[in-house]
């Protein structure tokens, strides 16, 4: 339903957004990853129409956003980091007014601003001020403002920041409800959100998207060794002669005993050769030769780990790219372009560069 084709945008002559490209499909809930300064929010305003990109073009279901005319602005809904809210209206007439900017009909506004209100459990509190709202109830009513029109793409950016524990979990759930009705893109910097709300992940850095794939995958297509964490009972010669030759990768030995000849407990990772499951193989090995195993598991990285892998090379105190003086911009500007692989080119995230845009999997392998 959304594409997102080569979209630059530069402020002054600093690039903050660069060649991102992507799509969406109808259904989707695709968490926006990346360090501060990344590009996150400036991406979402080019998606929503309220920044005009540089270069490149944005489609929502064949309108073009890059250009958006009232009826595609109309197919979002957009909660921005700060809720656009009226400190003096009441709850009710701050939505009869989003329900008249929106477009909802006359006839339809009653019914909406209840079944709103329903929804993001505002009951009660229709006549209460909104500077008197908590925080969590400015969000929910952020989010009834962007809901309010039955948009088909619900852009949230960080729509959980500055909220306590209690209402993180609340706003996450209705977050969850409405991902059933929406297609939705959200971006935060909570790593949790997006393992808990996102089927899919989308990571940023300086600019460029480093990272599109299934939250669920992102650690397989970047550690391509299987590795597990092994702890047995055994002298560690023992144990050392009868890994030898396996061509698995021993690290972080760790031995209860100084002396190679006693029977301890000896803790160890092992890596194979490649992303081959070695597991069984190890068990029967280490039962035969009577080692007993006190954990075998497999290890893989947290998305944690993922998300500094490929955001921590050498980004420089402003996220932005430098760009050439207006006379070299030009130049600049093609071979930006030709260093960026055309979508169809991506190929499997196996490495760490974050120069230059990857992708994980095709689109029939997303969750
Ligand atoms: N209106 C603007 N004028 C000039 N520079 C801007 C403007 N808006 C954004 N930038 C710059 O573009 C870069 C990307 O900013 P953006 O707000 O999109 O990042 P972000 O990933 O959303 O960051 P954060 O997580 O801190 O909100 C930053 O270097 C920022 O200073």
């Known amino acids: 339903m959304l594409q997102v084709q080569q979209v630059s945008k530069h402020f002054d002559r600093r690039r903050s957004v ?3 490209d992507f799509e969406m499909e109808r259904g989707e809930i695709v968490g926006f990853l990346g360090p501060n300064g990344a590009g996150k929010t400036t ?4 998606i929503t129409g309220y920044l005009t990109p540089t270069s490149g073009q944005i489609w929502l279901d064949g309108l073009p956003m890059h250009e958006p005319s009232r009826k595609a602005r109309g197919k979002i809904g957009y909660l921005p980091e700060t809720p656009p809210l009226y400190p003096d209206m009441t709850v009710m007439s701050y939505l009869r007014f989003v329900a008249d900017l929106r477009d909802v009909p006359a006839r339809q506004q009653k019914l909406r601003i209840s079944e709103m209100i329903d929804r993001l459990g505002l009951e009660g509190r229709e006549r209460q001020v909104v500077r008197s709202l908590s925080k969590g109830y400015k969000q929910r009513l952020g989010l009834a ?4 029109h039955k948009p088909d793409l619900l852009v949230l950016d960080e729509p959980t920041s500055g909220l306590d524990p209690s209402q993180i979990v609340e706003i996450r759930q209705l977050i969850r409800e409405l991902g059933e009705q929406h297609t939705v893109l959200l971006s935060t910097h909570i790593l949790q959100e997006v393992s808990t709300l996102c089927s899919r992940v989308l990571i940023i850095n300086e600019g460029k998207l480093v990272a599109d794939g299934p939250s669920n995958q992102l650690d397989s297509s970047l550690n391509d060794k299987f590795q597990v964490a092994l702890e047995v009972k055994s002298r560690p010669a023992v144990l050392h002669t009868l890994l030898d030759g396996w061509g698995w990768s021993e690290t972080d030995y760790v031995l209860t005993d100084p002396d190679e000849q006693q029977e301890q407990l000896i803790r160890v990772r092992l890596q194979g ?3 081959t499951d070695f597991r069984e193989r190890l068990s029967l090995a280490l039962g ?7 954990e075998l598991r497999r290890e893989s990285m947290s998305l944690e780990d993922v998300f500094l892998k490929l955001t921590s090379e050498s980004a420089p105190e402003s996220a932005t ?3 050439p003086s207006s006379s070299e911009s030009s130049a600049e500007e093609s071979s930006a372009t030709e260093a960026t692989p055309a979508k169809d080119e991506l190929t499997p995230l196996t490495k760490t560069s974050n120069k230059a845009s990857k992708k994980m999997n095709n689109k029939e392998d997303r969750a």
């Open 18 to 20: 660069d060649g991102i």
């Open 43 to 46: 991406t979402m305003r080019m």
């Open 145 to 148: 403002q962007a809901i309010i």
């Open 273 to 275: 050769e490649d992303g």
């Open 288 to 294: 035969e030769a009577r080692i007993p195993i006190l």
């Open 321 to 323: 790219v430098e760009l």
